[in-house]
Nanobody, 117 residues
Framework: QAQLVESGGGLVQAGGSLRLSCAAS???????MGWYRQAPGKQRELVAD???????NYADSVKGRFTISRDNAKNTVYLQMNSLKPEDTAVYYC????????????WGQGTQVTVSS
């Protein structure tokens, strides 16, 4: 059972930057790795994901401000967040998927990102 360990959250002022990292404990080949977030009272939503070939997908709200990348050799995914806004405040969860039938889905424990105005 793979574990995803996140780091890099914290408190930052609006306009600032943070970089999140997520490392998988096992050397599985993940088809897709990504980041979701959940703000208080809201549903968890996709922020960005990246497949093993480097193809990316972003939520409209973060396009042009966030960049996702991955190091396949280290089984690590990163989220560089620039020009942060108070509405980016949420718990950010790392996500990884492998296989197809069956599909295995893994979640990190979450890391808090708070953007002050």
């Amino acid at each position: 059972q793979a574990q995803l360990v996140e780091s890099g959250g914290g408190l930052v002022q609006a306009g600032g930057s943070l970089r999140l990292s997520c490392a998988a404990s096992e050397s599985f080949r993940f088809n897709v790795m990504g980041w979701y977030r959940q703000a208080p009272g809201k549903q968890r939503e996709l922020v960005a994901d990246i497949n093993s070939g480097g193809g990316t997908n972003y939520a409209d709200s973060v396009k042009g401000r966030f960049t996702i990348s991955r190091d396949n050799a280290k089984n690590t995914v990163y989220l560089q967040m620039n020009s942060l806004k108070p509405e980016d405040t949420a718990v950010y969860y790392c996500n990884a998927r492998r296989g197809s039938a069956p599909l295995y889905i893994y979640w990190g424990q979450g890391t808090q990102v708070t953007v002050s105005s």
